[in-house]
Every structure is written in C-alpha cells, then in structure tokens.
C-alpha cells in the first residue's frame, strides 16, 4: 500500500514539475518575442523559410495588405539565403512587400530549365548557393514565354560587379556607363547585371557613380537598388519580367505580362523622359516591334519623330552594333520602312535618305529593298549574311552619283573619280555609323569589281572568278540588273551566271563570241634610253 502511494506521489510531482515549466515558458514568450523577431530576420539568410513557418507569420501580414486585386492572385514565395550571404547590404523583398508584384508560379507559366544554357543556369545556381538572389531577365524570359530561341541569357543580381568577380575566375567587367559583369564560357557570355536603382538614391556627387548631361542622357549609370526598382529602371515592360532560379516562379512588376499578351511595346515611365536618358531606345522599340510582330503603344510611339535628331550624340560605333541588330535579324525590310515612318534611318544613314525620291521608286530605294528582303529570307533559311554585302548594296548609287559629279567638274578619268567617290561616301556615312575597316575593305572591293565585270576578253574572265569577292560582286551585279532594267545590264548578268556554270570548253567558247577587246592605251612616263636601260643583273 505504501509504495503504491509513494508510486502516486511521484507521478504527481512529475506532472505538476511540466505544468510549471510551460507556464514559464509562456510568460517568457512575450519578452522575448521581439527577439526572436529580430534574430529571425538576420537569419533568414541562414536557414530556408518553411512551410509551418509561413503558416504562422504570413496571413495576418496578407489579410492587413492585400487588396481585392492582388488578394486574386497566386502567389508563391520562397526565401532561401544562405550563411555567406550579406543581408544587410541587399535586402531580399518579398511579395508580402510589394503589392504590385505578380508573382506566378512554376505551373502556371511555361519556362523550363531545360531551355535555359547550361552555362546560365550555372551562373544562377552559384549565385543562389552564395547567398544572392539570382534572376533570369530581358529577351531571355521574354522569348521563352513566346515558344522562342533565345540568342542569349541575361541574368541580374543583388551581388555587385566585384562580389560577381570574386566567385567566377572567368569574370570580366565591362562598360563604363553601367558596369556590366561577362562571365565567359568559350563562345558564349553570360552577361550579369546588378539591379539597378534610381539616381536621387545616390547621396555622393562622385561622377563615376552617376553622371547625367544637360539633355538628360545618363553618361554615367552605377547605381544598385533592390529588384524591384531595377523593374521599373528597365525599358519596356515585355523586357522587365524576372525568372528566379530559386523557386522557380516569374514575377512581373509592370504588367509586363499582360503586355506580352496582347503584343503591345510599352516603355516603362514616361517616354520622352526614357528617351532622352537613352535615345538608342527609340531604336528598341521599332525592333522589338518588328521582330515580335507587335505594336508599339502610342505614347512610346508620339515622341520617336521629334527625338530622333537625339542619335547623333551617340557613339557610331554603337549605332554601328544597333543597324546590324535592326537590319540583319531577320525582320529588315519591315524595320527599314518603321524606321523610315519616325525618321530613323536618315539619323542612321544620311548618305542615303538624302537621295530618297519622292514616289520611292529610285534604282537605289529599290535595290535596298531587294537586298533587304534578300537577307531576310537568307537568314529564315539558316544561311549565312554579310554586313558587307548589305551596306555595298546600300551605299553603291551615291558612289556612282558622286562619282559621276566629280568627274565631270573635275575633269577626272571615271576610274580616278569612282576611287574618291568611294573615300568621300564612306567618310560621310562613318560619321554616323563607325563601319569597321575590315567590312569597308570588302565594300570597296565589291565597287571595284562591278567596274571589271564587264570586261572578259581574254583570261580576265576567269582571273575575276578567282577574286574572293566575286561572288559578292556578281550578286550585286544581278540586283544591279533587276532594278534598272537596262539591256546590256541584263545580259551581262544573264552572261556571268551561264560562265559560272560552263564547263572548260564551253567558258572558252563564250570567251571567243565575244571577240577581241578594244586595246586601251595606258599613259605612262617616257623613259629616256639611259634611264630605260636594263641593269646587269649582280649575280651574273
């Protein structure tokens, strides 16, 4: 009976030794509940925010917030930082903080990482094991969500260039307006950016940070903000949408989506101010248009025609990059007539829109739209384009134009005038567009051949076959053919493609109907008998 009460007791005490312990622990909770809020936040770069986590904390936070609009939305977060990383100087924001983001999640969009480089997703995994953020941004996210190949991945991060540099030995930083990090896989170059933030968020006057002109270009552009202001600093909103790595959700902060959808070319803010910051925009705009098939919404579109006298205060060599981009991608018949419409191209190329006729019916506004078309359809069917080829074509009737004036007010043999003719335009138009001398190189050679093509008495025939560039020459020569319409040009065309395709004794039979050429006499310096007279040769 004794050790059956003694038994009791024990239990007893045990029991009352738990009850006071959790009413301990509850009235110690509240003090230190600020705390554990604090050490909670540091912390949430150490350790993953789980499910029973968010159950706990989120919905009283959702319900004071949200409003009918975004309360409909699905959102999915998922905050994951790890021991390396610095949550004091790059914040992680999330969704409960920002009630214009949209937030979709994996099932509900269709990228895939099995579309995305593997050198990209290389980039993006590191730096999310490192502690940053890490997001998939730009043409990349926009191309994927429309079926598309991306030509490229663009990732952007809360890491600076340098915390970028330090974790990839294959690093390089670039730009001077807005440094950029180029992470290098052989061929291909990851770009990554650091979010970009708002000037008045810049304290300092130092020049390299920030630097604004007069006209409101930003010459200088370093400085780093939270995602969500690298959202709204981007340029149009189908360009501003963000695949994170993490969890793979997209989230779009300026209805990017919606735009998307309904094929609209929107610029982020107001327009006439973003294009000044960067007229080059303007040029954007005409080719996303063009290489989306969409149009472009008529606030972005009113100012284009009276800024666009803005792109001749950027660098020619970047409006060189940008024709190749306008031009040669595909869509550059579509993208010369826009361009046309808000009065870019004569910023681009006004050797050549000084001479546009009014009824646009001239040899040179027609072979242009040939050899447009032509490089269009090239590149649908994978075929291999040269920019050389593209501005010979472009560029060839103010040559024999000019060429012509200088001969006949300057007294000059056409070959002497047509040699000037060619420095003259290709010192005019680099003035606008910086055409590097490797491709002014072929540009002249392809001039020069179209004034050989038509003599191919003897073994010239088959010396101009041995020429690189004749093929180059003779394409020209045919789309020379088809837009003037002239007889004796169409039939030394029609002349050249039967040669090509002779075989030995028929190429010499078509070189003997043509009979002899006309001796020309060259005019050389009379040699005195002395100065004339052949040297012994030392060797002898």
């Not at 301990?24 to 912390?43: F, V």
């Not at 200088?406 to 138009?429: H, K, R, T, V």
């Not at 490797?438 to 020069?448: A, F, H, S």
């Not at 690189?468 to 319409?485: G, I, S, T």
């Amino acid at each position: 009976m004794t050790s059956r009460c003694t038994i009791f007791n024990r239990v007893a005490n045990f029991c009352r030794n738990i009850l006071s312990r959790n009413t301990t622990a509850s009235n110690g909770e509240d003090a230190l509940q600020h705390t554990h809020t604090q050490r909670d936040t540091s912390a949430a770069g150490k350790r993953p925010i789980t499910h029973s986590d968010k159950e706990q904390t989120s919905p009283r936070t959702r319900s004071a917030k949200q409003t009918p609009k975004t309360a409909s939305i699905k959102k999915t977060v998922r905050q994951s930082q790890r021991a390396d990383s610095s949550p004091e100087k790059h914040p992680t924001m999330t969704t409960e903080n920002n009630e214009n983001i949209t937030v979709i999640p994996r099932s509900e969009h269709t990228i895939s990482r099995s579309d995305i480089s593997d050198n990209a997703l290389k980039v993006l995994y590191r730096l999310n094991k490192s502690g940053y953020e890490a997001y998939l941004v730009g043409g990349g996210v926009r191309d994927l969500l429309l079926g598309q190949k991306p030509k490229d991945f663009d990732i952007t991060t809360n890491a600076t260039p340098e915390q970028i540099r330090k974790l990839f030995r294959n690093c390089r930083l670039v730009g001077r307006r807005f440094r950029l990090a180029h992470i290098m896989f052989g061929p291909e170059i990851i770009e990554v950016a650091t979010f970009r933030g708002h000037h008045d968020q810049n304290a300092s006057d130092d020049k390299n940070l920030s630097s604004q002109a007069q006209n409101g270009m930003l010459l200088r552009d370093n400085i780093f903000g939270s995602i969500e202001d690298d959202a709204i600093r981007r340029d149009f909103t189908v360009n501003s949408l963000y695949y994170n790595i993490d969890d793979f959700t997209l989230r779009d902060y300026v209805n990017g989506l919606a735009d998307l959808k309904a094929g609209i070319i929107r610029l982020i803010g107001d327009p006439e101010t973003r294009y000044r910051e960067d007229p080059v925009r303007m040029l954007r705009a005409v080719r996303f248009a063009c290489k989306l098939d969409m149009t472009i919404e008529p606030k972005t579109a009113d100012p284009i025609h009276h800024l666009a006298p803005l792109l001749r205060e950027i660098p020619s060599a970047r409006l060189f990059e940008e024709s190749l981009k306008l031009l040669q991608a595909g869509q550059g018949y579509s993208t010369y007539k826009m361009l046309k419409k808000f009065g870019l191209f004569e910023q681009l190329f006004p050797v050549i829109s000084s001479r546009f006729s009014e009824n646009g019916d001239s040899p040179m506004e027609k072979i242009i739209e040939q050899v447009l078309k032509n490089t269009d359809f090239r590149l649908k069917n994978d075929k291999r384009v040269n920019p050389a080829f593209l501005f010979a074509a472009m560029l060839w009737y103010p040559v024999t134009e000019h060429a012509e004036k200088l001969s006949q007010e300057g007294g000059l043999a056409y070959y002497d005038a047509f040699a000037l003719a060619m420095n003259d335009i290709l010192d005019e138009q680099c003035r606008s567009i910086a055409i590097p001398k490797r491709i002014t190189t072929t540009m002249r050679d392809i001039w020069l051949l179209q004034l050989r093509l038509p003599r191919r008495q003897g073994r010239r025939a088959n010396k101009l076959m041995e020429h690189p560039k004749f093929r180059a020459a003779f394409d020209l020569l045919e789309l020379r053919a088809n837009v003037e319409h002239r007889n004796e040009l169409q039939e030394l065309a029609l002349w050249w493609a039967d040669f090509q395709q002779a075989n030995n004794i028929k190429q010499r039979e078509m070189i003997s109907e043509l009979g002899n050429a006309p001796t020309r006499r060259r005019h050389r310096p009379q040699r005195t008998s002395h100065s004339g007279a052949r040297k012994p040769n030392k060797s002898s």
